[in-house]
């Protein structure tokens, strides 16, 4: 069917009706092939009329020239009980000039399902009148699977939402940046978002959708929290819900449980970037030995085209639990309460050792040389060795981090900051800008640690430092690891501050490759000074600095040996003793730099 015609009327229509259909099932699809082309060729539409409704529904819309080319169009109907009619209006206003055709049209999945002599099992459900035997987890998720509305009879209002009425007991958080919006129809902005919701598969249903647009800026997000639920173990309850993720710049749509209230909690499933003009369904099972919470949190993208919809949010199996989740402190991290200190006579000057109650030299503590017989003046310092396995920061901490109490994180801005991660949790691409596996196991399950550059802006900081280290040797060095992969990587630098000076020892920037690239940075003597690891962010999110197995090798001070030195060893101005073959090589093994004296 085409339409070929040079004419300069005003406001030309072409209509093209189907003929009408009775109902149609809740995965019901409908394809065809359209070409548009011509210098004023003009918009196309597919409507959806259904019976008792005056406003027609926009199913598809073609903007104006498409190319010399065939291309489909997938239209998702989903669930119709009344009768209805399609109609493909082409649309020219003023001049028309140009070629519309339209061919091979298809109904796919658009039966209802069929009677059954029997439906048997636990995870089976035999529908009341169509005699339809349906999965069990098709029951009360606000669908007519059956044909005959009996799959949503009986079901608990207070466990589910299409939002026809409200936002059910679902509740806005008010620790976001912005809302979810109650809509009917499409979204303001055209080529992203739903044309319709997903409950009744016209423009009169309402639907949740998070506007992208400004003034909402990248990494802004919006929380949507569902009531609170009582423990249910082994999976017990599910939750079912409908999304709409399509736009060129949509971006992160994702599921936590939290079981504290002032927590983020934990990731149960997320998706990333553009899914298609349809809506999803997504079943989650739930574990929990404690009372819980769900949070599903839209992220904006990087432009107009980003919007995300919800509809048809439902549980089953699961009870709603009357009380309050518990919350946790958020005092900032790193502080604690000191151990009671055993007896001692030790100075203010002087470091006691928690076991003994022996007093060392405070220059002593946090010098890779356990003094004490418990280790314990190297207890709250810096790991010799840091792989980050088992979530292990080794003393690594950020001056103004993200505060952390057990295992949970209190919400924060979108700031740039080091994290702690695994190929096993990034989403699909950022692999292109972040490891996909650590450099100690080589696998996706490793644990590194990485500055994520989706949060922040250009040019922003990420420091992360040593607790104050004593005194290391001449010869102390770090060897590190690290991964600058991506289009638009920052820099790295490695610095040495101390209470009044902050000096770079080492810097690398722009992309290095997808792999893991060996460092070694040359300390030598210091006192009373960090090691801080600084990450800068690029123009875009496309670029994340990582590191791993961090080693300070060499770097216990020297120790004055109680004998006197070997006829091969040099006997250093302050008592220490040293090879010989380090004499005038340039370095100062001996701390005092006797040993590379033009009197030697």
């Known amino acids: 069917m085409f339409i070929l015609r040079n004419s300069s009327s005003i406001s030309q229509i072409a209509r093209l009706r189907s003929p009408e259909f009775r109902q149609t099932g809740s995965n019901c699809t409908l394809s065809f092939w359209y070409y548009n082309y011509g210098q004023s060729v003009g918009a196309a539409e597919m409507h ?96 007519d699977n059956c044909g005959d509305g009996s799959d949503e009879d009986n079901c608990n209002p207070d466990l589910q939402c299409n939002f026809e009425n409200g936002l059910c007991n679902w509740e806005q958080d008010i620790g976001d940046d912005f809302n979810w919006i109650r809509i009917q129809g499409p979204t303001p902005t055209v080529n992203t978002g739903p044309l319709k919701d997903h409950t009744t598969g016209t423009a009169m249903g309402h639907y949740l959708y998070m506007e992208s647009s400004e003034p909402h800026q990248f990494q802004d997000k919006a929380i949507l929290l569902s009531p609170l639920f009582n423990p249910s173990g082994n999976g017990t309850c599910i939750f079912r819900f409908h999304y709409h993720m399509f736009g060129k710049q949509v971006y992160k749509l994702s599921v936590f449980q939290r079981t504290v209230s002032n927590t983020k909690g934990w990731l149960l499933w997320y998706k990333f970037g553009n899914q298609g003009n349809r809506w999803i369904r997504q079943t989650l099972y739930i574990s929990s030995f404690k009372p819980f919470q769900i949070l599903v949190k839209g992220i904006v993208g990087d432009g107009f085209a980003g919007d995300i919809g919800l509809d048809d949010m439902s549980f089953l199996g699961c009870t709603l639990y009357n009380g309050n989740l518990p919350t946790i402190s958020t005092t900032t991290s790193g502080t604690s309460v000191p151990a009671t200190l055993p007896m001692n006579n030790c100075t203010e000057e002087e470091f006691v050792c928690r076991a003994s109650g022996h007093c060392i030299q405070m220059i002593q503590k946090c010098d890779f040389r356990p003094d004490c017989s418990d280790k314990s003046d190297e207890s709250a310092c810096v790991m010799e060795v840091c792989d980050f396995e088992d979530k292990n920061q080794c003393g690594w901490y950020q001056p103004a981090s993200e505060q952390m109490s057990g295992n949970y994180s209190i919400h924060t801005t979108n700031v740039f900051k080091w994290e702690l991660g695994r190929g096993a949790n990034l989403y ?21 640690l990485f500055a994520d550059s989706s949060n922040g802006e250009f040019g922003d900081i990420a420091d992360i430092a040593t607790p104050v280290i004593s005194l290391t040797g001449p010869k102390c060095k770090i060897i590190f690891w690290n991964h600058m992969n991506g289009s638009t990587i920052g820099s790295l630098e490695v610095l040495c501050k101390t209470h009044n000076k902050t000096s770079k020892l080492w810097t690398q920037s722009g992309s290095q490759g997808p792999q893991w690239n060996r460092a070694e940075v040359f300390l030598g003597i210091h006192s009373n000074f960090q090691v801080v690891f600084r990450a800068k962010r690029g123009v875009s999110y496309m670029g994340d600095v990582a590191v791993d197995d961090i080693t300070f090798e060499d770097c216990s001070p020297l120790l004055i040996p109680d004998r006197p030195c070997t006829s091969e060893e040099f006997t250093c101005a302050n008592k220490y003793c040293i090879p010989k073959d380090n004499l005038c090589d340039f370095v100062n093994d001996c701390a005092d730099n006797s040993d590379e004296s033009p009197t030697i």
């Open 428 to 448: 699909p691409e950022q692999e292109k800008h972040c490891p996909l596996i650590d450099h100690t196991t080589r696998t996706e399950e490793g644990w590194y």
């Open 48 to 143: 959806l009329l259904v019976d008792g409704l005056k406003q027609p529904t926009v199913l598809w819309r073609a903007y104006y020239n498409m190319g010399n080319q065939w291309l489909k169009a997938v239209i998702q109907l989903g669930r119709l009980p009344r009768p209805f009619q399609l109609s493909l209006d082409k649309i020219s206003l003023g001049f028309y000039d140009g070629v519309s055709a339209v061919d091979d049209i298809t109904f796919e999945n658009c039966a209802l399902p069929p009677p059954a002599l029997s439906c048997e099992g636990p995870n089976r459900f035999w529908c009341r009148d169509t005699k339809a035997c349906i999965d069990r987890l098709l029951v009360c998720d606000l669908v």
